[in-house]
Each structure stands twice: as structure tokens, then as C-alpha cells.
Nanobody, 126 residues
């Protein structure tokens, strides 16, 4: 049974930083495709960043070099370091996992991911 538990969200001013964490249980964090998604109000979940088991990392265009996804294999945790935050980055951020697949992982489509955390709220004020 895979379990994903996010933390680290909060309220910051534009230009600030946050680091999101996702503690993974049920499998090794580096054994699957792991990703961060975000959801704004009633819109769908947009893929923010992904990392496959082979270490391949991909980011959404809107990240623009501001975010960094990483893994801690000792603590079995996925991270998303977010810098230079903008108000439009506000939303609920979710950690997700799926079987490793370099191509599918890069696409970051929410329908391809079967395991999800409960989400953590990020609010960026101007």
C-alpha cells in the first residue's frame, strides 16, 4: 500500500520561498516516477515537476527555473524547493507516484498517476 504525505505549504509573499516535502511509504522513493502537481480552485491538476527512477527530471514551462525537485533516499522523501514565488503559484500542491516510465513520467499527466497525497496549500500574496 503506497502512502504519500505532503507538508511544507503555507503563506508567503511574492518573491519568497517554500520547500514542500512528501514522505513516501510502501515503496522506495527512487523506485518509481514521482511528481508534484498543483490545483487551482476548480481547475484540473497541472504537473509541476517529475523525477523518474532513472533520475530524469522534467519541469513545466511555467516553473521557469524557479523550482527544484529532489529525493532523499535515506528518508524516503520527495521535495519541491520553490523560489521566487508568484501569486499565480498559489494552489494545492499534491505529491503523486506511478510505476517508472521515462516517457510517461515526462508528460506529467494527472490521469497517469494512481497514488496521491492529500495535498498541501500554498498561498502567495502580492
Amino acid at each position: 500500500q503506497v502512502e504519500l504525505v505532503e507538508s511544507g505549504g503555507g503563506s508567503v509573499q511574492a518573491g519568497g520561498s517554500l520547500r514542500l516535502s512528501c514522505v513516501v511509504s510502501g515503496h522506495a522513493v527512487n523506485a518509481r516516477c514521482m511528481a508534484w502537481f498543483r490545483q487551482v480552485r476548480e481547475k484540473g491538476r497541472d504537473g509541476v515537476a517529475s523525477i523518474n527512477s532513472d533520475g530524469t527530471i522534467n519541469y513545466a514551462d511555467f516553473v521557469e527555473g524557479r523550482f527544484s525537485i529532489s529525493q532523499d533516499n535515506v528518508n524516503n522523501t520527495l521535495y519541491l524547493q520553490m523560489n521566487s514565488l508568484k501569486p499565480e503559484d498559489s494552489g494545492i500542491y499534491y505529491c503523486a507516484a506511478r510505476p517508472a516510465d521515462s516517457y510517461v513520467c515526462r508528460l506529467r499527466r494527472s490521469r497517469d498517476f494512481g497514488a496521491w497525497g492529500q495535498g498541501t496549500q500554498v498561498t502567495v500574496s502580492s
